[in-house]
């Protein structure tokens, strides 16, 4: 249980579900762990829960530029660089088009988009001091293929997909070391989708869309971020991952 010993990580959106997954399985496997979510009891309670020594807690808006260059100066002040990032913060909703306004789709941008963007930007140095940065961005299926009224999402998560390779071109032309991949989900099971999962209706709908019928675990997730945070996927960057149960191949 040693694949990220002496590795310092960031996670976004820690405090519950795939972030806190990832967050506990990082730990276990060597990792300090700085945790970022903006719930501040709920990051009280996730780094309660993380085994080892050696983790931090910061309560973050995302959306906030400010927020991430005071990140950084903590970062570059406490612990020197970076060797993983884990753009995981976001969230989604269903609404038509027509019922979707702009102040709405704005927001679906700032979490899901402009979150990753603003990470990358101000933590890239302190990754590439590390000489061996890994950013895994959270995408989703959804960044692949459309659906009826999740258009923001989708919108989003495509911009995740294509900013992901764009980021990695730009590192591996840099020479930097820094690594950028990004993980596409299908339907997990989180706190943020117990709501639709407990609709008899909907969860038949999901499941008939899922050949291997089921949904996903946090933790099955958190697996595929850990092999991109890790040296066992040395040689990949650019990619997109997907864990879906089947979805996108039918």
Not at 152 to 170: H, I, N, P, Q
Request: charged share 20%; net charge neutral.
């Amino acid at each position: 249980m040693s694949r990220l010993r002496d590795r310092i990580a960031v996670i976004s959106g820690a405090a519950s579900g795939i972030g806190l997954a990832t967050a506990r399985l990082f730990a276990r496997e060597g990792a300090s762990v700085v945790l970022l979510d903006r719930d501040g009891p709920r990051l009280a309670e996730a780094i309660e829960s993380l085994p080892g020594e050696g983790h931090d807690a910061v309560v973050l808006d995302v959306t906030r530029e400010a927020a991430w260059m005071a990140l950084a100066d903590r970062l570059q002040a406490t612990r020197g660089r970076l060797d993983v990032l884990v753009n995981n913060a976001g969230f989604g909703s269903f609404r038509s088009i027509a019922d979707t306004s702009l102040e709405h789709w704005r927001s679906i941008m700032a979490v899901n988009l402009d979150s990753v963007f603003l990470a990358t930007k101000h933590l890239l140095p302190l990754l590439a001091v590390s000489g061996r940065g890994s950013i895994v961005n959270m995408s989703s299926i959804r960044g692949i293929m459309g659906a009826p009224n999740t258009g923001s999402y989708c919108a989003a998560k495509g911009g995740v997909r294509l900013f992901t390779k764009a980021t990695a071109m730009e590192c591996a032309a840099l020479g930097n070391g820094v690594r950028a991949n990004s993980i596409h989900p299908g339907h997990v099971a989180t706190p943020l989708t117990a709501g639709v999962h407990a609709d008899p209706a909907i969860a038949a709908r999901l499941l008939a869309d899922i050949p291997i019928g089921r949904v996903g675990a946090a933790e099955e997730i958190a697996d595929a971020i850990l092999f991109l945070a890790s040296e066992e996927s040395r040689y990949m960057t650019g990619a997109e991952l997907v864990i879906d149960g089947g979805s996108t191949a039918t």
